[in-house]
T-cell receptor
Framework: AQKVTQAQTEISVVEKEDVTLDCVYETRDTTYYLFWYKQPPSGELVFLIRRNSFDEQNEISGRYSWNFQKSTSSFNFTITASQVVDSAVYFCALSGGGQNFVFGPGTRLSVLP | DGGITQSPKYLFRKEGQNVTLSCEQNLNHDAMYWYRQDPGQGLRLIYYSQIVNDFQKGDIAEGYSVSREKKESFPLTVTSAQKNPTAFYLC?????????????FGPGTRLTVL
């Protein structure tokens, strides 16, 4: 069975601090995909990134970066120099041979001014 | 603008009533999905459809029903058999139902049972 764990339920940081959101996954598939989504207060989930199981390169996009490590089954997300607009719930998700997504419980990030 | 629309944004219903949530997409996506989100929990899959006139149960299908008569539309009915229907419901779509395709989400419908 596939499973995604986001151990941090809530995180609060002060603006301009760096913050890392943890994601640990379980799967028996050799080919799988990992995703991060952002859910702002409006409710709509916004796609941030997709990573496949064969590509362990870290990715950076502006203030966002992602660290994928198969050895520890982790796909962590770091926001550098956080801003108030980063306040949201962030979900990590896993998709494998069964096609359907499995979402983690989410981490609520509050960035205080 | 292409996207997914869900209506209504807020819905109230009395116990024992069926209610239908609308989901429409103009992205020309083949696959559509319904998720339920409860406070502090991740999204749980209710139903999904890979193609018109076909749909499959997800992890928590009991008390729900769907139809897929048109590619653009995937309405969800919450029946009176659903014991705890108060939740936030999200509709999503993907270009084809392959695991590497990201899903695009609508703005959601918040259902409250009075």
């Amino acid at each position: 069975a596939q499973k995604v764990t986001q151990a941090q339920t809530e995180i609060s940081v002060v603006e301009k601090e760096d913050v890392t959101l943890d994601c640990v996954y379980e799967t028996r598939d050799t080919t799988y995909y990992l995703f991060w989504y952002k859910q702002p207060p409006s409710g709509e989930l916004v796609f941030l990134i997709r990573r496949n199981s064969f590509d362990e390169q870290n990715e950076i996009s502006g203030r966002y970066s992602w660290n994928f490590q198969k050895s520890t089954s982790s796909f962590n997300f770091t926001i550098t120099a956080s801003q108030v607009v980063d306040s949201a719930v962030y979900f990590c998700a896993l998709s494998g041979g069964g096609q359907n997504f499995v979402f983690g419980p989410g981490t609520r990030l509050s960035v205080l001014p | 603008d292409g996207g997914i629309t869900q209506s209504p944004k807020y819905l109230f219903r009395k116990e024992g009533q069926n209610v239908t949530l609308s989901c429409e997409q103009n992205l020309n996506h083949d696959a559509m999905y319904w998720y339920r989100q409860d406070p502090g929990q991740g999204l749980r899959l209710i139903y999904y459809s890979q193609i018109v006139n076909d749909f499959q149960k997800g992890d928590i299908a009991e008390g729900y029903s769907v139809s897929r008569e048109k590619k653009e539309s995937f309405p969800l009915t919450v029946t009176s058999a659903q014991k705890n229907p108060t939740a936030f419901y999200l509709c999503a779509s993907s270009i084809i139902p392959i695991s590497y395709n990201e899903q695009f989400f609508g703005p959601g419908t918040r259902l409250t049972v009075l």
